[in-house]
């Protein structure tokens, strides 16, 4: 709960299941904390896995959250933000910097470690996406609050990772450069929004340690898959 606020103040949606991702810290624990290396899209995918159905659930739970909204301004911030996480994962997030749904100079304070990094104006603010970009992701656990002046949430995010990557970042899993895992990170986000409903900048933050889940079999889906889900709340 932000400053200032009430409780009764917030509409909280909830899923047990799903959240987005957001990320850095300073560029340097951007690159090592965050910013995921490229990830090949030929990973063999299965049937609707775990990390899919809870990426759903907490897209249905940010849905829920506008369907229920009755307020107008309200209603607008929670469409944007809806639009905004489903873009990011359906392969279109250069459409979330459009003047429709951003302001011309947008900024991102992200907080991953001891230091906050700062993405001021749109030019760092797509630098900021090309790292979120160049790799694969997911969110689950989500609880989402909107009001007049903008958006506040918790989530967990999902970064998909060899054990080749983790080593180059300081973390030593003991399996084969080759082995996947999923990192998952607990955050929580503050998003304001203009008098035009318009997003002015996140704020992100980790708020504790990550946990590794080594992939089993069925466990990675195709990108391709996730787009999919993502698409359907655009």
């Known amino acids: 709960m932000l400053p200032g606020m009430s409780g009764k103040d917030y ?26 290396s490229r990830v090949a899209n030929s990973w063999e995918g299965t049937e609707m896995n775990q990390y899919l159905e809870n ?33 990011e994962l359906a392969g279109q ?6 003047p429709d749904m951003t302001v011309d100079d947008p900024v991102y304070r992200v907080k991953m470690g001891p230091e906050v990094t700062t993405f001021d104006g749109m030019d760092m603010v797509k630098v900021f996406y090309e790292g979120v970009n160049a790799g694969v ?17 918790y989530y967990t995010a999902i970064l998909f990772k060899s054990a080749k990557q983790l080593a180059s970042e300081g973390i030593d899993t003991g399996a084969d450069d080759d082995t996947m895992f999923a990192q998952h990170l607990p955050m929580a986000m503050f998003w304001p929004f203009d008098e035009s ?18 992939l089993k079999e069925g466990e990675m889906f195709e990108i391709e898959e996730l787009r999919a889900v993502a698409r359907e709340y655009v």
């Open 197 to 214: 409903t318009r997003l002015i900048g996140e704020h992100v933050y980790l708020l504790g340690d990550s946990e590794l889940h080594e």
């Open 11 to 36: 509409h909280a949606h909830t899923s047990n299941r799903t959240r987005r991702l957001i990320w850095p810290g300073s560029l340097d624990s951007v690159a090592r904390a965050v910013l995921v």
């Open 137 to 153: 992701c997911t969110f689950q656990d989500a609880t989402c609050w909107v009001n007049d002046w903008g958006i506040a949430s």
């Open 93 to 98: 997030g250069d459409k979330v910097l459009q």
């Open 55 to 87: 990426y759903r659930a907490c897209m249905d739970s940010i849905k829920a959250m506008h369907d229920a909204e009755q307020d107008p301004r309200r209603k607008a911030i929670a469409l944007n933000f809806q639009r905004h996480v489903a873009l």
